[in-house]
């Protein structure tokens, strides 16, 4: 989506869910085990905006799934994953592409598009149907491997957003048992900012050496040690102030500034972000939605506006932001010269042979369209086949 579609689809899902919160909660109250939200209204503002975004929605499979095709972006996102003994969680990477484990430490540090994981880390039983198999018991720190998850869009985004005490963990039952295991925000772990994560994943499925320009951008999160409390909020505030010391976001960033300056690997990295000065809560809509108020989130929408407004403002960000700008579009100016990748990666064309009793799939290269017209029918580059690409739909 372009980027003031995105805002006007996240308008909707803030009053339609962050605007409708539960009386009673664990976090207004401090007692009981009650979220905030409720999770089927955000499934159903998932699933609603999903349907009208989706662009091709095959009649023989309804769901809106995931994974990538070959030759797209790549993307993943954390949560936090509860074995089915409920001891411990390990963050868990949902991924819309490939990333096998190695189990031959021997094998090159740049693997092939089918053995592309490290040997050091655990997998963690997902089988090719996107569905968890056998666990065996891992280490915290360890990442999962295997097939491009199969869940649905908005399984991934659940998965994704169920931060504790605000909405319930997403539970899936695992295939052939009666047992089930839960998802739950990775934002509540060090995988709030990802970005040593992302990176960690590029180098190994492709080498050190295929790095080449990270952006990470922040939220402007406030500390919640210097927000002023009451006695009686004194259990909320450390229920609050647990979850944003295991979420803090500027370790990763640390860590990513030390690792750009390590010799042998060259690469810029970007971070956007303006720390503590953006002071609303994880959730807050105000004002919440009432029959009569016909503006809501509204006082909280120019918090965020009037926040960003200063911070591109100044000259420190306005240097960061034309560099960042400056390296991304040198970028994109070295990949479209390779038409053929491009073409399918910035409009999704892929190309379907229509000869009768031709079995071949579809092409994600004109190139190698035009090729197998040639070799196998003997027939012009045109006229014997169909392109499709995106047609972005705008918001109605």
């Not at 198999?133 to 998965?159: C, L, M, P, Y």
């Not at 994704?160 to 772990?189: C, M, N, Q, V």
């Not at 994943?201 to 210097?226: C, F």
């Not at 300056?261 to 060259?266: C, P, S």
Request: glycine share 8%.
């Amino acid at each position: 989506m372009a980027v003031p579609d995105c805002i006007n689809e996240y308008k909707n899902l803030g009053e339609e869910v962050f605007g409708r919160p539960r009386v009673f909660s664990t976090l207004r109250f401090g007692l009981g085990d009650r979220t905030k939200y409720k999770a089927a209204r955000l499934e159903r503002v998932i699933k609603d905006v999903t349907a009208r975004r989706n662009e091709h929605l095959a009649e023989s499979d309804p769901s809106i799934r995931f994974p990538s095709g070959r030759g797209m972006c790549k993307t993943f996102v954390t949560s936090l994953r509860t074995h089915p003994d409920g001891d411990y969680e390990t963050t868990y990477l949902i991924r819309s592409y490939d990333h096998e484990e190695r189990s031959d430490p021997s094998q090159s540090a740049v693997p092939n598009r089918h053995n592309t994981a490290l040997p050091s880390r655990s997998n963690t039983g997902r089988t090719e149907s996107g569905r968890s198999g056998k666990v065996t018991k891992v280490e915290k720190s360890d990442t999962n491997h295997g097939k491009a998850q199969q869940f649905e869009i908005w399984e991934v985004a659940r998965a994704a957003t169920a931060a504790k005490f605000y909405f319930e963990p997403l539970k899936i039952t695992i295939p052939g048992s009666r047992d089930h295991i839960l998802f739950e925000d990775g934002g509540f772990s060090d995988a709030n900012n990802p970005t040593l994560l992302g990176t960690q994943e590029l180098e190994d499925l492709y080498g050190s050496d295929s790095l080449g320009i990270i952006v990470s951008v922040g939220t402007a999160r406030k500390d919640e040690n210097k927000k002023k409390k009451s006695f009686y909020k004194t259990i909320i505030w450390a229920t609050k102030k647990f979850a944003a010391k295991a979420s803090y976001p500027e370790a990763a960033h640390k860590s990513m500034k030390r690792k750009a300056k390590e010799v042998g690997l060259d690469f810029s990295y970007h971070r956007l972000n303006d720390p503590g000065k953006l002071e609303i809560e994880l959730d807050e809509w105000e004002p919440r939605k009432t029959g009569s108020n016909k503006v809501s989130g509204s006082t909280t929408l120019d918090k965020i506006e009037t926040a960003f407004n200063a911070w591109a403002a100044a000259e420190e960000a306005v240097d960061q932001l034309r560099d960042c700008a400056a390296a991304l579009v040198k970028c994109r100016r070295s990949r479209v010269k390779d038409e053929d990748k491009w073409e399918r990666f910035a409009t999704g064309a892929q190309f379907t042979c229509r000869t009768r009793r031709c079995d071949d799939g579809d092409f994600v290269s004109r190139k190698t369209f035009q090729e197998h017209l040639l070799q196998r029918h003997g027939g012009r580059p045109t006229g014997q086949g169909e392109e499709n690409s995106w047609r972005y739909k705008r918001a109605s």
